[in-house]
């Protein structure tokens, strides 16, 4: 390892006491001062093995986003019973503030996912290994995320409803954002795209830091407007919808279990590891009649009278298809597996919001800034005990942020048509950065390793920054998840084919070049904004700031949004990839649906938390009206 990589590992290692010491502060003064956080009445009392059913009308696996919403309007009526089974545990009162989102990602509230080794993508991390975070606790992925509620764009439902899908056209599937939600930005209370008195509460951020709004203002000097990017236009510049509720983060085991957490009629089964599907077979039929999950070192079964609900997500769903004897016949019959249905598009069809990271761009604190906050995310000064407790105490401050996107924007490039409002690029526009957070955070998050990092970053630590990072919203490249193993608890292997298909490449690069000329506008340059002087050696035969050089940077430091999706697509029977139908029934396997961002044909403009839980709203009123007819 290089010097600097040395005592960047060094400096970094120095830092882990001080941090856990802010976190037991901080989980200190939330249990004497923050009774709303705490919630203990409110939340979910998981059921022990001994007052487990037999047998439940609907088993649910999987408690994150989509699972949490079915547990809720599926016990709405009181004649089912239902059971959600989680693997991990309920939700930490920690995990309510904001500005520590990126604290539980590699910790045993995540489940640790690595990208297979590449030398086309994630050239900067160890092991040139991406990580996927994903939530193993009471709420899934919706307890780790940033909070950013966005729906996507109109035209990616159309296309599903065009693909083969009808009743998922953004006509059909509005009314069930609109069905979760409880809009608490006063000016987009009354708009037709949305609804009070939801579940899921949605706010702006509590607390901004002060350069988010010259970012913001960056953008209308580079023409775009201010916009509702969840209302009629998604092209332009925004300061993030959150979810959240009085500040704090709305997960979606806060808004719709522990609001169902009185209904004699559902139980969690929490640290309980689905292994497999149940299924039971005839010369007629196949059915799916119960689920098998580990608690500990027992192993339980329950039996369903209606309906298996497999709601584990992009990764683990298709997993479990195959452990359960659904999927591709040659990889099955590779690993040992016996076939129960060919399935060949379980595990294919992998989408991913592919991103770059580490940009950022030096600033000037402005002279005639007189807050008593960092102009700029700057840790040491950013996060202090008095912050802390200023949180605890007075429910004010910087720990209500999200500094990793304060705002955001989405725009066109040149591959873009101009005038569809179908932009092409997200931005995430942070007051956070690699330098400023001191590597604490998103070095270690995602991966990077110590070398690249001090060549990077290690010279500039703390000075005045700000970043953005570019994801493109629709990749055509594609890639698979498979099993490493028949054991449930080894992970499956994870491709995800980044920049396979060149366009994707291109178009990530022109990103990166809109971030360099926001730079250059007047509100920017008014805080004497510059590229990070350092660049990566092995992109040296590249000019910069030019097209190639951004190309060859995004293969170093590429991000994954944690938008994994599409691994058991919605399709018509004539399509030999389509996993479930229209109704998320999976097809060839009676009284089994998929419901989770895995069932996407394509993945949707934007970020994938809200989309998933639209899924699990329809998904209920379609379980419901089939369980009527029948």
């Known amino acids: 390892m290089a010097t600097v990589g040395r005592i960047t590992a060094f400096r970094i290692a120095s830092t882990y006491g001080p941090e856990l010491g802010f976190l037991v502060l901080l989980n200190l003064l939330i249990g004497r ?40 309007r599926l016990s709405e009526n009181g004649n089912w019973s239902v059971l959600l089974v989680e693997a991990g545990p309920n939700e930490p009162d920690i995990t309510d503030v904001p500005l520590t989102f990126p604290v539980f990602q590699l910790t045993p509230l995540d489940w640790q996912f690595k990208t297979e080794p590449s030398d086309d993508y994630c050239r900067a991390m160890k092991g040139h290994q991406c990580n996927w975070p994903r939530g193993k606790v009471l709420g899934g992925s919706s307890v780790l995320n940033a909070m950013l509620y966005v729906r996507g764009n109109k035209k990616d439902y159309d296309n599903w409803a065009t693909l083969g899908n009808p009743g998922w056209d953004y006509r059909s599937v509005l009314p069930y954002f609109k069905k979760s939600l409880d809009m608490r930005i006063k000016k987009y209370k009354n708009s037709p795209y949305h609804h009070t008195g939801g579940y899921l509460t949605v706010e702006y951020f509590k607390y901004r830091t002060p350069v988010i709004n010259h970012l913001v203002r960056a953008g209308t000097d580079m023409g775009y407007d201010i916009v509702d990017v969840n209302g009629p236009t998604q092209t332009g510049f925004t300061y993030s919808h959150g979810t959240l509720r009085n500040g704090l983060r709305c997960s979606a085991a806060k808004a719709f279990l522990r609001t169902a957490s009185k209904r ?11 292994e497999k599907i149940l299924i039971r077979e005839d010369e007629h039929s196949k059915t799916a009649y119960g689920v098998q999950f580990r608690v500990g070192t027992a192993r339980h079964k329950v039996k369903v009278n209606r309906e298996v ?22 990889h099955l019959e590779e690993m040992g597996i016996p076939l129960v249905h060919d399935a060949p598009g379980v595990g294919g069809n992998l989408q991913d919001h592919v991103a770059i990271g580490g ?65 092409d690029i997200q931005l995430f526009l942070t007051t956070i950065t690699d330098s400023t957070d001191g590597g604490l955070f998103m070095k270690r998050d995602c991966n990077v390793k110590d070398d690249f990092y001090g060549r990077m970053y290690e010279n500039l630590l703390y000075q005045p920054a700000y970043g953005a990072i570019p994801l493109l919203l629709r990749p055509r490249s594609r890639g698979y998840i498979k099993l490493r193993s028949k054991d449930p608890h080894v992970h499956p292997i994870i491709v995800p084919n980044y920049f396979a298909d060149p366009h994707d490449l291109n178009v990530l690069a022109e990103g990166a070049k809109f971030i360099h000329k926001l730079s250059e506008t007047p509100t920017m340059k008014s805080l004497n904004a510059r590229p990070n002087p350092n660049h990566i050696p092995e992109c ?13 940077f995004a293969k170093f430091y590429t991000m994954t949004i944690y938008h994994q999706c599409g691994t058991c697509k919605m399709g018509p029977a004539s399509d030999p990839m389509a996993v479930v139908d229209e109704r998320l029934r999976a097809r ?34 379609m379980i419901k009206q089939d369980q009527a007819t029948e």
């Open 33 to 72: 001062y923050r009774p709303d956080v705490v919630d203990r009445e409110s939340r979910m009392k998981p059921v022990s093995l001994v007052n487990l059913r037999n047998n439940y009308d609907f088993v649910i696996i999987g408690g994150g986003s989509a699972g949490s919403v079915l547990a809720n």
């Open 540 to 552: 040296s035969s590249f000019e910069f700031p030019s097209h190639d050089y951004w190309k060859c």
């Open 359 to 423: 940009l950022l761009y030096l600033i000037d604190t402005p002279k005639d800034y007189t807050g008593d906050r960092p102009f700029s995310f700057n840790l040491p000064d950013s996060v202090t005990p008095d912050v802390i407790k200023e949180f605890a105490v007075n429910r004010t401050g910087p720990m209500y942020s999200l500094p990793v996107c304060e705002g955001m924007a989405f725009v066109n490039t040149k591959y873009a048509n101009q005038t569809a409002d179908y932009p």
């Open 309 to 330: 609900i497999l709601a584990a997500g992009a990764i683990q769903s298709p997993q479990l298809l195959m452990l359960s004897g659904i999927g591709p016949r040659d």
């Open 588 to 621: 060839g396997v009676q009284g089994l649906r998929v419901v989770d961002a895995s069932i996407m044909p394509e993945i949707i403009s934007g970020n994938t938390n809200a989309p998933v839980i639209m899924i699990a709203e329809k998904a209920a009123d």
């Open 264 to 274: 004699k009629n559902l139980h969690i089964s929490l640290l309980s590891t689905a």
